[in-house]
């Protein structure tokens, strides 16, 4: 879909926060919203009042007020980021992403995992801008071992929201030919669908997870065929409910459900690029504990965005 329909839509469904009928669907404990963001590009500032097609939208303080009204409205909340959170604006040139990481933490990041071009200053520099961060970087497919990078990272956390244990990992792309080799230095790249179905194994049977997450900088889709996507990554998994997307910068109206090889949905999703957008997901869980997607909004980041 183009940005330009996108952000006409998503404009009017970002007014209208309340999912329908939720009223009756369960009781507040047993309802997870999920917020995320991918490709932020260091956008900290709304897009400059210069004519474009961007004016006026993004940045951080309208997205962290909206963040903010979701969280006074329900209890449980998940804020989740897909990569590339460095590059783009001049804060990036200038500070090499200490801003990009505190506002995050300031706005309470529960995770987020790594994208390409968060290696454009060098591993070590984004080792270094993890001392301003609240929350861990997870990713299971980069081996560090012998990187800056080593105990900085997980291949996956577990959150409690309530009465529910959310397991969430992440994977990232093919760093060879995409980043030049200094930046990224020792780091071994592992196929993403092989180690994302062994974390997520770990994530159903050990960790006995109510929703399994993979936040993903793999992107959404390709014409090459042998290259993988978020949706070859979906039909090649057992066990993950949802993908939270990035790199391609895909504007998606709504979420894809596909199902993987057990023959189960996984929702797939991204929202561009920039902080344009706020990704919302919603599901509910009964008293047998069983998931149900219940809705999403993809919401407009503007300054007259109401909750």
């Known amino acids: 879909m183009n940005r330009r329909s996108f952000i006409r839509q998503t404009a009017a469904a970002g007014a209208a926060m309340a999912i329908p009928g939720w009223a009756s669907a369960g009781n507040e404990a047993e309802h997870l919203v999920i917020l995320h963001t991918n490709d932020v590009h260091s956008r900290l500032d709304p ?3 210069d004519g474009g097609r961007n004016q006026g939208m993004g940045g951080v303080a309208a997205r962290a007020a909206i963040i903010e009204s979701i ?18 604006t001049p804060y990036f040139n200038m500070y090499k992403g200490e801003p990009e990481i505190k506002a995050m933490t300031a706005m309470g990041y529960d995770a987020c995992t790594m994208g390409n071009h968060d290696f454009d200053a060098g591993l070590e520099n984004f080792a270094n801008q993890l001392q301003h961060a609240r929350f861990p970087v997870i990713i299971c497919n980069y081996n560090f071992s012998g990187t ?15 009465k529910l244990k959310i397991g969430v990992l992440g994977v990232g792309i093919e760093l060879k030919g995409l980043v030049p080799d200094n930046l990224y ?27 399994i997450i993979c936040l993903s900088h793999l992107g959404y889709q390709y014409r090459e065929a042998n290259k993988v996507s978020d949706k070859i990554l979906a039909a090649e998994t057992e066990n993950i409910d949802l993908i939270i997307g990035g790199h391609t910068h895909t504007f998606m109206r709504e979420p894809e459900v596909i199902r ?10 991204q929202v561009g690029w920039g902080g344009l957008v706020l990704g919302r997901l919603d599901y509910t869980f009964s008293g047998v504990n069983k998931k149900n997607f219940f809705g999403s909004r993809a919401i407009a980041i503007e300054k007259k965005t109401t909750t």
């Open 71 to 88: 969280r006074r409205q329900h209890q449980q909340v998940l804020l989740l980021d897909a990569g590339d959170i460095f590059q783009g």
């Open 260 to 269: 993987n090889k057990k023959g189960d949905n996984v929702v797939v999703n």
């Open 185 to 211: 230095g020792n780091t071994v790249y592992q196929d993403p669908v092989v180690r994302a179905n062994e974390t997520a194994h770990v994530l159903k049977h050990q960790e006995k997870c109510d929703l």
């Open 148 to 162: 800056p990078m080593e105990h900085l990272h997980a291949p996956y956390k577990t959150f409690r929201k309530g």
């Open 47 to 49: 897009f400059p009042m």
